[in-house]
């Protein structure tokens, strides 16, 4: 059954479009690639503007998918990983993941 995470970013506005360039163009595809697939990356637009949210929902095979890909550091030493890295300790002033499974909805499961 699959597993579900959201990542709830906390982020500088002013590097808002600089950390979704790195996720989208470099961290997604590196994730994907270990099997890991993104439902969505949500910008939210109603709320406090500083700093601004972004919001991933991201769906794995199981929680062992999850430790074995975190676990893992051969994606630790990718280029994509390590350019990705320097933008997100800037800009990223809180993070939280929240792991969740799904009981009902549109949301097709990539992972039966």
């Known amino acids: 059954m699959s597993i579900f995470m959201k990542a709830t970013l906390k982020v500088d506005a002013y590097q808002?479009?600089?950390?979704?360039?790195?996720l989208l163009n470099k961290l997604v595809p590196l994730l994907e690639e270990q099997g890991w697939k993104l439902h969505g990356c949500f910008?939210?637009?109603?709320?406090?503007?500083?700093?601004?949210v972004v919001i991933?929902?991201?769906?794995?095979?199981?929680?062992?998918?999850?430790?074995?890909?975190?676990?893992?550091?051969?994606?630790?030493s990718d280029p994509r990983y390590l350019a990705a890295m320097e933008v997100l300790k800037?800009?990223?002033?809180?993070?939280?993941?929240t792991f969740m499974?799904?009981?009902?909805?549109?949301?097709q499961n990539v992972y039966p």
């Not at 808002?16 to 790195?22: A, E, G, R, W, Y």
């Not at 800037?90 to 993941?97: L, Y």
């Not at 499974?101 to 949301?107: F, H, I, S």
């Open 16 to 22: 808002l479009q600089s950390l979704l360039d790195v």
């Open 43 to 52: 910008v939210e637009r109603y709320g406090p503007i500083k700093p601004a």
């Open 56 to 76: 991933d929902i991201w769906e794995m095979e199981n929680m062992a998918h999850v430790e074995r890909v975190m676990s893992g550091d051969a994606y630790r």
């Open 90 to 97: 800037s800009a990223v002033a809180e993070e939280t993941v």
């Open 101 to 107: 499974e799904k009981k009902g909805g549109m949301l």
